[in-house]
């Protein structure tokens, strides 16, 4: 499973972004695909998770500031990420797994590449 994070960028305190992350053709379908986020120095942390069946989970610091949603036939799930703070800032990654929707990154198998996200004060 190859997993692609795009949608990373630089915004004002307050303002939104969109991350998303597409996966190999017809391998997402099963899968559940989570969002976690790293600062320097530390492991990463988990955001979001939904499931195949749309189930979905969040953090408690990002929860009504963030929607994570999938689009199947796309085989690409999306963080959409609202009220940005600068405690925000983060690389992002996208991972995926089967039949674990927890917030344990050891435990996803696949992962993208990070997307930097920066929110300013």
């Known amino acids: 499973v190859q997993l692609q994070a795009s949608g990373g960028g630089f915004v004002q305190a307050g303002g939104s972004l969109k991350l998303s992350c597409a996966a190999s053709e017809g391998t997402f379908r099963r899968l559940v695909v989570a969002w976690f986020r790293q600062y320097p120095g530390s492991d990463r942390e988990f955001v979001s998770s939904i499931a195949w069946i749309g189930k979905t989970f969040y953090a408690d610091s990002v929860k009504g500031r963030f929607t994570i949603s999938r689009d199947n036939a796309k085989d690409t799930i999306y963080l959409e990420m609202n009220s940005l703070k600068p405690q925000d800032t983060a690389v992002y990654y996208c991972?995926?797994?089967?039949?674990?929707?927890?917030?344990?990154?050891?435990?996803?198998?696949?992962w993208g590449q990070g997307t930097q996200v920066t929110v300013s004060s």
């Open positions: 991972a995926a797994v089967q039949g674990y929707t927890g917030s344990d990154y050891l435990k996803y198998d696949y």
